[in-house]
């Protein structure tokens, strides 16, 4: 893998370094990046965006709630056939130039000059259209003060930019469902400092600036930290940057994974790194990669080195939350079996899988993603590749979910949890994550002892469910569900579900031990024992709360 690990602050990005081939740039040139030179300029375009209403709720409201979530799905029939019916103006026109990536009349975006000196749109056409080069798009992120509007530049997508080739190797992804998910997965707490390695082109940069004091800000594509750049200062005074000297908030590295934050430690780290497993060939160069999915190494080895690699750079009770895959080995006795031993002693680990992938099913996932499916000889090449590479190694599956990791208590044991979650779980979850490891740390100060003097409540979106079977007195299966969070179900025995209809803050847990004991003669020491290990699951979980959490 490229591993460049020079810095470089917002305002001042080195020369880039770029392979070429015959003459012509094939890898990570930021030079057709969007110009964020220009503050003046850039707060001109801002307004002009604001003006003409061109925010998240303004484009709802000029199509309609439906034409304008399929545009989130890449669907841009139905906002098309609204266009079609109504008045032209700026509002349409940036809808039409920049998510549906049609030519529009100059004359009717606003500020056309300034954002075609920013590189966001092409020159005029001799009949006066132009057309975009970037994709910018409006978003919203909501905090309980009201909505914050920003806009976000990226690549053009395949869907935007019908071509018959796969996307370019240097591209920069847009915002898509593994943005918006890291987002709502991220704890919000109020930190010092915090790291967002993989930064792309920046959104997850944005949310942390409206929680933390400072960002650091690392991708190994000169081109993604440009695009970041541009998305930073364009969006500076909601973002509380100051664009004469954004450093004083934020810092953007050019860097191979950990490599350009060595030595430091951060309250809070995010990452939607290059997880995608492909298949390497000898000699292979930059070029052929794809930078935003791609971090050129074997196998799963770029989730392993960082799960190894990221409890150094948490600071004491720091969390990171960050997307993954990882190989299921035919050999492997779980689904876990080689995650387990990846980070070390001082680090909890917390995975939650959420899809599990055959080897065709993931090789078809990932052509497709690139678009190079559209050329048929290289897509079957690919393909074979792809099964091939699985085959060499026994991989039955490919795993995709979040993996957590938490600094733990100096000689803590950690904590190693994994749950398979396929089903739709609440958002956002960031307030659940860091709920959960504070329980882990309160659980870890307590024996079984100490826990059955504790007194509990259950939270309040957890509802018991029995299964009877008509005529039988008794149910066959009791449960416990959370209607918020992750949704889990907690099969209950006769024993828990006992006491934990009874936890309502008053009682001990050892109170009502005593109690079941006499009522189920059951000898009270074997009781606790039961009872307290599914207690901690509970707690854990979010089921049962200590009533002064």
């Known amino acids: 893998m490229r591993a460049r690990a020079r810095t470089s602050s917002v305002g001042n990005l080195p020369e880039a370094a770029r392979v070429r081939e015959n003459g012509a740039v094939i890898f990570d040139d930021p030079n057709d990046a969007p110009d964020s030179s220009d503050a003046r300029r850039l707060g001109r375009i801002r307004a002009a965006l604001a003006d003409a209403d061109y925010t998240v709720d303004g484009v709802e409201r000029l199509l309609g709630a439906e034409a304008a979530e399929a545009l989130h799905r890449d669907l841009f029939a139905p906002a098309q056939f609204v266009l079609d019916r109504i008045e032209s103006g700026p509002l349409a026109a940036l809808v039409r130039v920049y998510l549906l990536a049609e030519p529009v009349d100059a004359a009717l975006v606003p500020e056309v000059d300034e954002q075609i000196a ?12 132009v057309r975009a080069r970037v994709d910018i798009r409006p978003y919203a992120i909501a905090e309980e003060s009201g909505t914050i509007d920003l806009w976000v530049a990226s690549d053009l ?70 695009f970041a750049r ?155 590749r792809y099964l091939r590479d699985f085959e060499g190694r026994g991989v039955d599956s490919v795993g995709m979910g979040t993996l957590f990791l938490h600094r733990a208590p100096e000689g803590a044991q950690p904590v190693r949890r994994f749950e398979l979650l396929e089903h739709h779980l609440e958002q956002p979850l960031g307030a659940r994550i860091r709920d959960a490891f504070t329980a882990d740390d309160w659980l870890r100060e307590r ?44 099969p209950e025995t006769t024993e828990l579900a006992s006491f934990v209809s009874v936890c309502d803050g008053e009682l001990t847990g050892r109170q009502i031990i005593a109690a079941l004991s006499a009522l189920l003669e059951v000898e009270q020491e074997a009781l606790i024992a039961s009872v307290m290990r599914d207690v901690r699951d509970l707690v854990s979980f979010g089921v049962l709360i200590p009533r002064w959490m």
């Open 118 to 129: 920013a590189g966001l749109l092409e020159p005029r056409s001799r009949d006066g259209e």
């Open 157 to 226: 997508g395949g869907l935007q930019v019908p071509t018959d080739r796969p996307l370019r190797r240097d591209h920069v992804v847009g915002i898509g469902p593994a943005t918006t998910n890291l987002a709502q997965l991220t704890p919000r707490d109020e930190a010092a400092r915090a790291l967002d390695l993989g930064v792309g082109m920046g959104v997850q940069t944005m949310h942390l600036l409206r929680h933390v004091g400072h960002v650091v800000a690392t991708d190994i594509s000169e081109r993604a930290v440009a």
């Open 230 to 384: 541009f998305n930073l200062l364009l969006n500076a005074e909601a973002l509380g940057v100051d664009p004469e000297h954004p450093e004083e908030r934020v810092s953007l590295r050019i860097g191979d994974l950990l490599e350009p934050v060595e030595g430091e430690r951060f309250d809070l780290v995010v990452s939607n790194p290059p997880f995608v497993i492909t298949p390497r060939r000898d000699g292979e160069g930059a070029s052929e990669q794809y930078t935003y999915r791609d971090g050129g190494r074997p196998s799963d080895e770029l989730v392993e080195a960082l799960l190894r690699g990221l409890g150094a750079h948490l600071a004491e009770d720091g969390i990171a939350v960050m997307l993954g895959n990882w190989e299921i080995h035919e050999r492997d006795d779980t689904w876990h079996s080689r995650i387990e031993s990846w980070p070390g002693a001082d680090t909890d680990l917390w995975v939650v899988q959420r899809e599990r992938a055959t080897p065709i099913e993931y090789a078809d996932m990932w052509l497709k993603d690139a678009a190079e499916n559209r050329e048929l000889e290289s897509w079957r090449e690919q393909f074979g």
């Open 447 to 490: 024996s079984d002892e100490d826990l059955a003097d504790e007194t509990f409540v259950v939270a309040p979106d957890v509802t018991d469910e029995r299964w009877t079977i008509p005529g039988d007195p008794d149910p066959k299966a009791m449960l416990l569900r959370q209607g918020g969070g992750f949704r889990r179900t907690f």
